[in-house]
């Protein structure tokens, strides 16, 4: 069911996206924005800015604030549960943009939607967490799936970037949905996406150099192509420009830029069909490199919505073409010009996207061919190990990182922040007045009754932890403490309700503490609860140990 309804998303959204290019430029629907080279005039600075009027109308009408949570971040941090009604939002504002000619493609509406879809069909169907990000994962696998073409290329964009990891139990639902929407969305609107390679040529073994030196470059300049994106969106911010208009004027600079080249604009389907088909000079593939990197930072940097999924793979071939020439200079009849787009279009989209299996699939997908496939696995390794050792993030991890998420990947990280002290800490705590002498202390906590006990103000306001074992030792001793005082531990040692598992574990691990009392914040510090280590770090393995039989689908 999820596999159908995302390939009838795929196909009516993208339906919609075309009839705005016809509207708006006169593209035919078999040609694809970016490769209309005949498009001039006025209007392609016009049209963009009005789709920033319009995306600055969809935010406001937008009631409710706050950041979309998107599949990834439904998926690390709330067990797949994802807003419908915000998807749909995302849905309109992508198409704002593409629509309109803003240099982003369609794959955030395409996998947001299907994915919104699918959360609420687990919502309704009541499935527990890890069944619920199974099946996020496959609306987004079904979107990908529909959106290229390609069924493995969907189920592992799933696997790798949307679930986290490939498990047994995850890759019938997985498969069956991409396979699913691939026939639904052929079936309505025919082979959307078709990308003629060229002649690959063979391939020896010495060709894994040029192949991995590439994976190296696409890399570096993939990370810079982030950096651009977010330093717009900076200097966006810091500008005197008030936010509603700002994406209008990206609007204008995107439309200026498309002056220029008109390739620059949406997606880049038909600007990677026209690169790649035809000689095109060195010159002209570095300048539309350039300019197609520029005007996607300009998009996405001033408030527009969309994905760089293909934007990324119109880069990586635009430079790995570029990077054909000298090779083909210094190495006459190393690695053909379509043979290096390949790789670089992979390799610069793992940079940007992450997802090496899902760049590799692709294309496998696309050419068919199993030796090319194998360099393009070793860029897109080269590619990914570079970008995580220097950089650390993917686009869309590194933006949860300027919001303050701990998010790298869509593994499950939601039930160690929903394991918070307050729901581990034992609410009847035995507490002690500050007045009583340590004889009166042992009358009212006789050995065996508590381990520890908290003593507390008149108001309830925490004051220290006492061992009842250390005060009932100290009645043998040759001479015994006279104050209560005397016993007290960890008296500025506390614990807070909202604190997970993972930092009480450090808390207690840093103070060398057995037990802490839990208090209602800094400020009042009324006590609320007693927290033991022991108890904590059970819970915490039992917890770890359920999430794993989870994803391996093991049954109890």
């Not at 204008?252 to 095109?280: C, F, I, K, M, R």
């Not at 807070?496 to 800094?522: C, H, T, W, Y």
Request: aromatic share 8%.
């Amino acid at each position: 069911m999820t596999g159908a309804m995302a390939g009838m998303v795929v196909s009516g959204v993208s339906l919609c996206a075309h009839i705005l290019h016809w509207l708006f430029y006169d593209v035919p629907f078999n040609t694809g924005l970016s490769g209309n080279v005949f498009a001039r005039g006025p209007h392609i600075v016009l049209i963009p800015a009005l789709g920033g009027v319009l995306t600055t109308l969809i935010l406001h009408l937008r009631r409710r604030r706050g950041a979309v949570v998107d599949p990834i971040e439904a998926n690390a941090l709330y067990g797949g549960r994802m807003s419908l009604t915000d998807s749909i939002w995302v849905t309109l504002q992508n198409l704002a943009s593409n629509g309109f000619g803003l240099s982003v493609g369609m794959e955030a509406a395409y996998t947001q939607l299907s994915s919104g879809l699918a959360s609420k069909l687990g919502l309704k169907l009541k499935l527990r967490r890890e069944d619920m990000r199974v099946l996020v994962g496959c609306g987004s696998a079904g979107a990908i799936a529909a959106a290229f073409n390609a069924p493995l290329t969907g189920s592992f964009y799933a696997f790798e970037l949307i679930i986290g990891a490939y498990s047994a139990v995850s890759l019938a639902p997985v498969i069956a949905a991409a396979i699913t929407a691939t026939l639904v969305s052929n079936a309505l609107t025919g082979h959307a996406f078709k990308v003629d390679i060229g002649h690959i040529g063979p391939i020896s073994a010495v060709d894994f150099l040029p192949a991995l030196a590439l994976g190296g470059i696409c890399a570096g300049f993939g990370i810079l192509v982030m950096v651009a994106v977010v330093r717009t969106e900076r200097l966006a911010s810091s500008s005197r420009i008030p936010v509603w208009l700002r994406p209008a004027i990206g609007g204008l600079l995107v439309g200026a830029l498309g002056l220029v080249t008109p390739q620059v604009l949406s997606s880049g389907h038909g600007a990677l069909n026209l690169n790649l088909e035809n000689d095109v000079l060195w010159t002209s593939l570095v300048l539309l490199f350039l300019l197609k990197a520029a005007s996607s930072a300009l998009t996405i940097g001033t408030g527009f919505r969309g994905g760089l999924f293909f934007a990324s793979l119109l880069l990586g071939a635009l430079l790995g073409k570029s990077l054909a020439l000298p090779l083909e200079w210094l190495f006459p009849g190393m690695l053909s010009a379509p043979a290096m787009s390949l790789i670089g279009m992979s390799a610069f989209g793992v940079a940007v996207i992450g997802g090496p299996l899902t760049m590799t699939f692709l294309a496998l997908e696309m050419t068919g061919e199993f030796p090319i496939a194998a360099l393009v696995l070793a860029a897109a390794i080269t590619s990914s190990m570079v970008v995580r050792q220097t950089f650390g993030y993917s686009f869309s991890t590194w933006r949860f990182h300027l919001r303050g998420e701990s998010i790298r990947s869509a593994h499950d990280v939601g039930w160690i922040r929903n394991l918070t002290v307050a729901r581990l800490m034992r609410r009847d705590v035995p507490t002690a007045r500050m007045d009583l002498t340590p004889g009166e202390f042992r009358e009212a906590f006789p050995l065996g009754s508590a381990k520890h006990v908290v003593v507390a103000g008149d108001s309830g306001t925490y004051v220290a932890t006492i061992q009842v074992a250390d005060v009932h030792a100290d009645a043998d001793g040759v001479e015994p403490r006279g104050d209560l005082s005397d016993f007290f531990q960890h008296q500025q040692d506390v614990l807070l309700p909202g604190m997970n598992a993972r930092q009480a574990a450090g808390i207690f691990e840093a103070k060398r503490a057995e037990a802490l009392a839990v208090v209602s914040d800094r400020v009042e510090r009324r006590v609320v609860g007693l927290l033991s280590e022991a108890h904590t770090l059970r819970r915490y393995s039992e917890e770890l140990d359920k999430q794993r039989r989870n994803m391996i689908g093991a049954m109890d």
